[in-house]
Antibody, heavy 115, light 112 residues
Framework: EVQLVESGGGLVQPGGSLRLSCAASGFTFSRYSMNWVRQAPGKGLEWLSYISSSSSTIYYADSLKGRFTISRDNAKNSLYLQMNSLRAEDTAVYYC????????WGQGTLVTVSS | DIVMTQTPLSSPVTLGQPASISCRSSQSLVHSDGNTYLSWLQQRPGQPPRLLIYKISNRFSGVPDRFSGSGAGTDFTLKISRVEAEDVGVYYCMQATQFPLTFGPGTKVDIK
């Protein structure tokens, strides 16, 4: 059974940083691209970033303006999202998703940016 | 960026009756590799999204056959042949043909 488990969310002050993790199991992690997607409270889905299976190709949403960095460790079956200079509008549930087509999704981790 | 639109945005349906959601993209979703990367996702209340359909019409593992996808180019449709209570939620179309990946605004399906 495929499992994606996000962690690392929480309450952070504006301007602060967080590092999200996504632990993968049930499939050969190193063979799949991965994505981060977020959902603000009561809103739709917003794609944030993509990383290829070997980390050779990375894309970001323009709206992030260089504040977020995606990475992965295939030896640890883990995906990461380093988030810096956080703003109130970054408050959302953050999901990791397998493959660009969205084959599997984690339960999400809530990030709240507030003073 | 490719803009995805959906109609309707809200769809009250009767149990056992069919339902249909349309999705339109601002440009063709045919990739240079010949595939069309259009997916449909379901998000039940309080749950994460779940993939139903990928590449227009391919049902993902475990998805009931009452869900079907069709379309081509810029126009796509998700159909539920007979709506069940567990189908309540928000349905999103998503394109993965071109980065940035983009989602439709979502269609809320509930029971009349």
């Amino acid at each position: 059974e495929v499992q994606l488990v996000e962690s690392g969310g929480g309450l952070v002050q504006p301007g602060g940083s967080l590092r999200l993790s996504c632990a993968a199991s049930g499939f050969t992690f190193s063979r799949y691209s991965m994505n981060w997607v977020r959902q603000a409270p009561g809103k739709g889905l917003e794609w944030l970033s993509y990383i290829s299976s070997s980390s050779s190709t990375i894309y970001y949403a323009d709206s992030l303006k260089g504040r977020f960095t995606i990475s992965r460790d295939n030896a640890k079956n883990s995906l990461y999202l380093q988030m810096n200079s956080l703003r109130a509008e970054d408050t959302a549930v953050y999901y990791c998703a397998r493959d660009a087509s969205g084959y599997d999704w984690g339960q999400g981790t809530l990030v709240t940016v507030s003073s | 960026d490719i803009v995805m639109t959906q109609t309707p945005l809200s769809s009250p349906v009767t149990l056992g009756q069919p339902a249909s959601i349309s999705c339109r993209s601002s440009q063709s979703l045919v990739h240079s590799d010949g595939n069309t990367y259009l997916s449909w996702l379901q998000q039940r209340p309080g749950q994460p999204p779940r993939l139903l359909i990928y590449k227009i019409s391919n049902r993902f593992s475990g998805v009931p056959d009452r869900f079907s996808g069709s379309g081509a180019g810029t126009d796509f449709t998700l159909k539920i042949s007979r709506v069940e209570a567990e189908d309540v939620g928000v349905y999103y179309c998503m394109q993965a043909t071109q980065f940035p990946l983009t989602f439709g605004p979502g269609t809320k399906v509930d029971i009349k």
